[in-house]
């Protein structure tokens, strides 16, 4: 079946480290994949996404790559602000914008 | 308003008790999606509307719970004999489209609390 695998939280770093949240999946074909964010207080909301092999998605300076063969999509920030302390979740689209979610990983980034 | 809105926010509730859960999606979105999220998990996938029908109830664990959206806008997720393992945050998203990968607008959530 379709299912995803995140790096397990919580996450802490200082601001201005290098941040990567591993992100694996499982699945029949090729679907398409997304980075969710839920900051403190509010709804889910796309981060990026990515909908065919070797697509990179980015947005805010996050970046990610859509891997066939290692069967990831890694979510990566060169430098990570105060702003960026949330909780982040990895996804598949099975098909009609159903997604299977990670379980999450909570990100932490001190001053 | 410009965004999904779910009502109430918080529900605490009794074991056995009917409960009712409100969405009111973006103007115009005409899918509209629930998913579950259990304490330290992510979202998972209940039912989804394409207009007024449910296009898709594969993700509702059991007969008790139903929802409806009967003129295509706001949707009314509905739980019969409450359980303890329903606790959960409620999510409902809406999407100006099916199918593409398009993204999904979600609402802060109902949280739901079974005593």
């Known amino acids: 079946g379709n299912s995803v695998t995140q790096m397990e939280g919580p996450v802490t770093l200082s601001e201005e480290a290098f941040l990567t949240i591993n992100c694996t999946y499982t699945a029949t074909g090729y679907p398409s994949l997304f980075w969710y964010v839920q900051y403190p207080g509010e709804g889910l909301q796309l981060l990026l996404k990515?909908?065919?092999?070797?697509d990179k998605g980015s947005n805010k300076g996050f970046e990610a790559t859509y891997r066939k063969e290692t069967t990831s999509f890694h979510l990566e920030k060169g430098s990570v602000q105060v702003s960026d302390s949330a909780v982040y979740f990895c996804?598949?689209?099975?098909?009609?914008?159903?997604?299977?979610f990670g379980q999450g990983t909570r990100l932490t980034i001190n001053p | 308003g410009a965004g999904v809105s779910q009502t109430p926010s918080n529900k605490v509730t009794e074991k056995g008790k009917y409960v009712e859960l409100r969405c009111d999606p973006i103007?115009?979105?005409?899918?509209l999606y629930w998913y579950r999220q259990s304490l330290g998990q992510g979202p998972e996938f209940l039912i989804y509307?394409?207009?007024?029908?449910?296009?898709?109830d594969s993700g509702l664990p059991n007969d008790r719970f139903f929802a409806v959206r009967p003129e295509g806008s706001v949707s009314t997720l509905k739980i019969q004999r409450t359980e303890r393992g329903d606790s959960a945050v409620y999510l409902c998203?809406?999407?100006?489209?099916?199918?593409?990968?398009?993204?999904?607008?979600f609402g802060e959530g109902s949280r739901l609390t079974v005593l």
């Open positions: 996804a598949l689209e099975r098909g009609a914008q159903k997604l299977v």
């Open positions: 998203a809406s999407s100006p489209l099916v199918g593409g990968a398009g993204e999904l607008f």
């Open positions: 509307f394409q207009g007024t029908g449910a296009a898709d």
């Open positions: 990515a909908t065919k092999a070797d």
């Open positions: 103007s115009g979105h005409t899918a």
